[in-house]
């Protein structure tokens, strides 16, 4: 039996990337969790993988995967989602906002005003889609005075990386973590942001693989990176923990999570922090 049996977790834009590896992570430990994402059926985005693949991976590896096709940009969808974890579970343990519209223009160099206002995008789907989110987990968690909403976040949250909206974004993040766990606190709650460093997404596989230079630029060198499944082992571990509440409010780097809690990758390892090189996080507990 694993430290999260008969939790349910709702892990968004999980068909690949991070949020798959976090959703595996979870149910490893036996967690339920719903998996959320845009892409249904193969072939139909560049990058390998959909919500089906994530949930039936969640199941072989002990826990139970429910994929759910949401768009994270739109409520209705959203509030349908949480209405039906309401309906088939009655609680709600973990979210972890992870869904993030990510430009295909992000590593481009060029400056602001040369690439398109579309680049906003990772605000809607990003921070505002991280709110609504936690909007509809609260009120499933705070009822039964119990629960974790985890951001994900990175470095960039200090560190300029790729451009102004990316950073604007994931400073957002941490910032509207720390304030939800203001309010969340009475209700026994906790709210965290995790700073990941490279991790060995799909997309970044890709990218290190055909943009030249991007391997030795400081925020993607590949001896630095993680699998995507390693922040989900961490949260795992926030989640069993027994003084969580501690803990609610901080922005936290992964790898020095990792270290506390004794995780280590799948392979063994655990990724360096780079607070020295990339800096380090504003918020501590309320």
Same mark, same amino acid.
């Given at each position: ?15 690949? #990337?991070?949020?798959?590896? =976090?959703? =595996? ?13 845009? =892409? ?9 993988? +959909?919500?089906?693949? +994530? ?17 994270? #940009? ?15 579970? #009655? ?42 989110? /936690? ?10 005075? @119990? ?43 906790? @709210?965290? @942001? ?23 630029? /400081? ?5 630095? /990176?993680? =699998? ?8 795992? /571990? ?10 609610? #409010? ?18 063994? +390892? ?17």
């Amino acid at each position: 039996m694993g430290a999260l049996s008969g939790k349910v977790a709702v892990v968004t834009g999980a068909s690949r #990337g991070i949020g798959k590896g =976090t959703a =595996t992570a979870l149910a490893e430990q036996g967690a339920t969790v719903y998996v959320t994402g845009r =892409t249904v059926t193969a072939g139909s985005h560049p990058l390998p993988g +959909t919500v089906g693949d +994530t949930a039936a991976e969640c199941t072989r590896r002990g826990g139970h995967g429910i994929a759910v096709a949401v768009d994270h #940009g739109d409520d209705a969808q959203v509030e349908s989602l949480f209405d039906r974890v309401r309906t088939e579970q #009655g609680r709600l343990d973990i979210l972890v906002n992870n869904a993030f519209s990510l430009p295909d223009d992000l590593t481009d160099p060029r400056p602001f005003w040369d690439k398109p206002l579309s680049n906003w995008e990772m605000v809607d789907v990003g921070v505002r889609s991280n709110f609504v989110a /936690a909007h509809h987990a609260a009120r499933i968690m705070a009822p039964r005075g @119990s629960g974790l909403i985890v951001a994900i976040s990175g470095y960039t949250g200090v560190a300029y990386t790729y451009g102004v909206v990316f950073g604007t974004a994931k400073s957002a993040v941490d910032r509207m973590a720390r304030d939800m766990a203001v309010e969340l606190k009475p209700h026994g709650v906790a @709210s965290v @942001s995790l700073w990941q460093g490279l991790t060995r997404t799909e997309r970044a596989e890709r990218n290190l693989a055909t943009i030249p230079g991007l391997g030795d630029q /400081a925020a993607t060198r590949p001896h630095d /990176a993680c =699998t995507p499944e390693f922040p989900g082992r961490v949260i795992a /571990a926030l989640a069993a923990d027994p003084d969580l509440m501690t803990r609610t #409010g901080g922005t936290y780097i992964t790898a020095e999570l990792a270290r506390r809690y004794g995780i280590t990758d799948v392979d063994g +390892t655990t990724p360096p922090s780079l607070r020295d090189t990339r800096g380090a996080p504003i918020w501590s507990p309320v």
